[in-house]
């Protein structure tokens, strides 16, 4: 069976910058599993894996616009200092997790000052050109549990929006 809408995918993968960093690779036996064409993941991986059968490999590479897109100014906020913990020092590059109504945030500290910190709310990635390395490792008809509980997280999203 091949990779395509409305099936049931497992892929494992190693994701790398242009640095050679690894950034993320799945672990032997937990690859990562999606409904293909419901959104679950980026759109440009996606698509470089449609039409894929098990054991089919491929190397893909996404731009930022295709991936997380480029960092933006207006996601840098400044935060006062005395919201952070007295014990702990701040230092740029640190991350940190805030609970919002939508759920947890994380945030990378971008400047520190006498009384304020400026706080970077865009995603980690944002910026950088993302390489792939794919194996398919499963492909098959989602099951009813499958598509009950992606219909379920559809929901909860669109509460969250409302």
């Known amino acids: 069976m091949k990779a ?30 999606f409904i293909m064409g419901q959104g679950q993941i980026l759109p440009g991986l996606e698509k470089a894996i449609e039409g894929l059968e098990p054991g089919d490999k491929v190397k893909v590479t996404l731009e930022p616009e295709d991936a997380y897109g480029f960092p933006k100014q207006e996601l840098y906020k400044e935060i006062p200092k005395e919201s952070f913990p007295q014990e ?16 947890p945030m994380m945030f ?17 990635l944002a910026g950088e050109r ?26 909860q999203n669109f509460e969250e929006m409302e």
């Open 88 to 103: 702990v020092e701040i230092k740029p590059g640190m991350y940190f997790e805030i609970k919002t109504l939508q759920g």
């Open 4 to 33: 395509e809408p409305n099936t049931f995918v497992a892929i494992d993968y190693t994701l790398t910058l242009d640095s050679g960093e690894v950034v993320f690779k799945t672990e032997e036996d937990k690859p990562l599993e």
């Open 130 to 155: 993302l390489h792939f390395d794919v194996t398919v490792k499963e492909v098959r008809e989602p099951s009813a549990d499958e598509l009950s509980s992606l219909l379920e997280s559809k929901i």
């Open 108 to 124: 990378k500290i971008h400047e520190v000052y006498d009384e304020v910190v400026v706080a970077d709310f865009n995603h980690p």
